[in-house]
């Protein structure tokens, strides 16, 4: 500790103990807490509700038609992300909210939920990643006030910034600037401030000169912290998928479609617009960067667990829809609204950004859902993502009967248009 150098914070804000991994199911419904009292009230008679015991009369046939109540199982889908601490009040609305939907429809699949309002997102790190495809990105990693997930923002290009990330913190010094990546331009050994690189100003500098331009101001746009696309960037909002992106499950495109979006925002324009000629498509340009939000909501929304459960069933004949009915989630449980508000964060909301972005999907819904309850980002163009093995005629991809299936039930369950 004594070595710290001088210009070391001169205090350390340790994050409090956070009770992690924490599922709804382990909230104690026991405390004498009058919120955890009522939240126990809501979560009974979200459980009650439709259940087989309490309605031995009711043929359940308003969430799953024609299964017999003795397969159903009494589990329900967490009011938000699996696997983090809740919000009380959240829940709370949320579990309502969902009891009431369920009353509601049937089928319940399509149409994500839109939150009421934005959650609030904080930006609490951000680094350089090189990739092993030789482009570089940034990292983000968010916190907000929904869960205590830590949902993140992959950024390829230099000119789509945060600003809670960017914003100045009291007592911060330059040196807790640059360890959380609130600077601009590179970091280097020696570097002394978050706010002017002088490697790259000397760069900028020597350039002008060799031109014979003027000696003027070194600080140029790539100094600052306020640019802004000068296009729509790519966008894509991905949800965590441990089997498909880090297990080599091939029951999903998930992995696939990560790869290729990474791929589609790190390529250099002329390369892009070589293989649109090429293959005579539309592809899109990476000019004015691109963003992948990352949530950590693993299985449509249902978590891990209730995804390996989904998977047996799935041996046992159901398509993936039929699974999840069975289980007692609906289809798609995911909700976008922290996508939206990591948008906005970032730069990419209506009041900055004039010229809205373009939303790699292959999702109708998803579209409005991204858009934000009083569409605080605005999707200007929706750019489709084909299967490799789909568009390469079966040479690249992933080869499955599962994933056939999966993708058959995208386009005639979810209403995927995946052309
Ligand atoms: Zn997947």
């Known amino acids: 500790m004594a070595n710290l150098p001088s210009h070391a914070s001169p205090y350390f804000s340790p994050q409090p103990p956070s009770p992690s991994n924490q599922d709804v ?4 419904l026991n405390s ?4 955890t009292s009522l939240l126990k009230e809501k979560v009974e008679e979200f459980q009650g509700y439709d259940s087989p015991v309490s309605n031995p009369d009711q043929t359940n046939g308003d969430v799953t038609p024609s299964v017999p109540a003795c397969l159903l199982s009494p589990s329900f889908t967490p009011p938000a992300t699996p696997g983090g601490t809740l919000n009380p009040a959240q829940i709370l609305q949320q579990t309502q909210a969902q009891a009431a939907s369920a009353r509601e429809t049937s089928a319940n699949t399509k149409a994500p939920k839109l939150l009421p309002r934005l959650p609030h997102v904080e930006c609490i790190v951000r680094a350089r ?5 030789g482009a570089e990105m940034f990292l983000h990693l968010y916190h907000n006030d929904l869960d205590n997930k830590e949902h993140l923002a992959i950024v390829f290009g230099n000119h789509i910034r945060s600003r809670s990330l960017d914003q100045v913190r009291p007592g911060e010094t330059e040196m807790d600037r640059m360890i959380r990546g609130a600077y601009v331009g590179k970091l280097h050994p020696g570097r002394v401030s978050s706010w ?4 790259k100003a000397e760069a900028a500098a020597k350039e002008r000169a060799a031109e014979g331009a003027v000696n003027g101001a070194a600080f140029d746009q790539t100094q600052s912290t306020q640019s802004s ?3 729509a960037p790519l966008v894509r909002i991905h949800s965590e998928c441990y089997t498909g992106e880090t297990a080599w499950s091939a029951r999903c495109d998930c992995g696939e479609q990560l790869d290729e979006a990474a791929r589609l925002m790190s390529l250099p324009i002329e390369t892009l617009s070589e293989v649109a000629s090429q293959q005579g498509l539309s592809v899109p340009s990476n000019s004015a ?3 992948i939000v990352y949530l950590r909501q693993e299985g449509r929304g249902i978590g891990l667990g209730e995804k390996l459960k989904a998977y047996n069933l799935q041996d046992l004949g159901s398509d993936t829809v039929e699974a999840n009915l069975l289980l007692r989630h609906p289809a798609d449980a995911r909700s976008y609204g922290l996508a939206t508000a990591m948008l906005a964060d970032l730069g990419l909301s209506n009041d900055i950004n004039p010229h809205g972005i373009r939303l790699l999907t292959n999702n109708p819904d998803k579209v409005r859902a991204v858009e934000g309850p009083s569409r605080e980002v605005v999707v200007k163009e929706r750019v489709p993502m084909v299967p490799l093995a789909w568009s390469t005629g079966g040479k690249m991809g992933i080869k499955s009967s599962e994933v056939e299936g999966y993708l058959q039930t995208k386009i005639s369950k ?6």
Request: hydrophobic share 20%; glycine share 14%; charged share 15%.
């Open 25 to 28: 199911g382990d909230i104690s």
């Open 32 to 35: 004498s807490d009058p919120t």
């Open 129 to 133: 990643i090189p990739t092993t495809n």
């Open 196 to 199: 002017y690189d002088e490697e």
């Open 229 to 231: 696309p000068s296009q």
């Open 289 to 291: 960067g691109g963003v």
């Open 414 to 419: 979810m209403g995927h248009m995946l052309q």
